[in-house]
């Protein structure tokens, strides 16, 4: 059986251990990683996550959860932000933006209108939201490739000319893609999809996001997040027989009802989760949204370093081990 214990921590909750640390072992490493094999040359800046927790940490005068290791490692401003869960707003620096092709209509046209030459971090679009389920897979996509062909030039043609990442229809749906290619451990990455914190499944901070939030950071503005509350779930015992990882969150759900996450992140730890594969931690993580959650977060472990490396990504996976 696996056994939850449900709480809003407080800074001990989460307990000790290399578990709750892993964010900071990571941050320690020197040596250059890619944030993707498709940016080789834009790297993940941990040595500027982990100066940011020290300032916050020296500053609270307390030790921090995972979740507010990597949201505060990404302030603005540590050295002068006001921190307070649930009532003061964060200037962020998330890594990252992803764009459905929906809602990345009008944000590319929104950052074309700022004049700026070129996106501020790495950015992609991908088209999987126009194609309509009404026959079948090969010639629903046929059709939307035809109905939808102005706007899928439209998208391309932006995301070249302004180093967006174009992830064309029929590559795949965008959570997924982000798990298999964009996220690990400690990223902070917005999407304008409602199943971005899908990524949490690799231990990163992925939010949801509307197209006007993708157009600040895309631009270099700061980002602007009410400062999330904690609620700890731990699990013990494992997983087996008939259960699978969605009877834990839909267990979760039962608890906290459909609002009982609103402004809050979900942090899983507990040796309960060593049982769960990274993609079925991706799934609890995913349907955090039906809870309310701003997103929700596992700790590294194996099975995220089984998942790095089976996605040809074992250089993050050295980083963090």
Same mark, same amino acid.
């Not at 940490?57 to 921090?64: F, G, V």
């Given at each position: ?22 964010? +900071? ?11 993707? @094999? ?97 026959? #079948? ?62 990524? #949490? ?18 631009? #270099? ?53 060593? +049982? ?28 995220? @370093? ?11 996976? @050295?980083?963090?081990?």
């Amino acid at each position: 059986w696996m056994v939850l214990s449900l709480a809003v921590t407080t800074p001990l909750a989460l307990g000790h251990g290399a578990r709750r640390l892993h964010i +900071s072992a990571a941050y320690r490493a020197k040596a250059k990683v890619s944030m993707s @094999r498709f940016e080789p040359s834009s790297f993940i800046s941990y040595e500027k996550l982990q100066s940011n927790v020290d300032i916050v940490r020296k500053r609270l005068n307390r030790p921090l959860t995972l979740s507010e290791k990597i949201v505060y490692g990404h302030l603005d401003d540590p050295h002068n932000q006001e921190i307070d869960r649930g009532r003061t707003y964060l200037r962020l620096r998330p890594d990252r933006v992803a764009m459905q092709d929906a809602t990345a209509q009008m944000a590319m046209l929104q950052f074309i209108s700022s004049g700026l030459p070129r996106v501020a971090v790495p950015s992609t679009i991908h088209c999987d939201h126009l194609i309509e389920a009404q026959i #079948g897979g090969a010639k629903d996509l046929a059709r939307a490739k035809e109905v939808n062909q102005e706007v899928y030039n439209f998208l391309s043609s932006a995301g070249a000319k302004y180093g967006v990442g174009f992830w064309k229809p029929g590559s795949g749906i965008i959570h997924q893609i982000i798990l298999e290619n964009y996220a690990y451990p400690g990223v902070m990455l917005i999407g304008t999809d409602s199943h971005t914190p899908n990524g #949490g499944g690799l231990g990163g901070i992925c939010i949801g996001v509307g197209g006007a939030d993708a157009v600040d950071v895309m631009a #270099g503005i700061p980002w602007e997040l009410k400062c999330p509350k904690v609620i700890g779930v731990k699990l013990t015992g494992t997983l087996s027989g008939w259960t699978s990882p969605k009877d834990v969150i839909l267990k979760v759900a039962g608890i906290l009802t459909v609002k009982g996450g609103t402004g809050a992140i979900v942090e899983y730890h507990g040796p309960g989760v060593d +049982s769960i594969s990274c993609t079925g931690m991706a799934t609890i993580c995913n349907m955090g949204a039906e809870i309310g959650a701003t997103t929700s977060v596992f700790p590294y472990n194996h099975r995220m @370093r089984t998942y790095l490396e089976k996605t040809g990504r074992a250089g993050v996976d @050295r980083r963090c081990g």
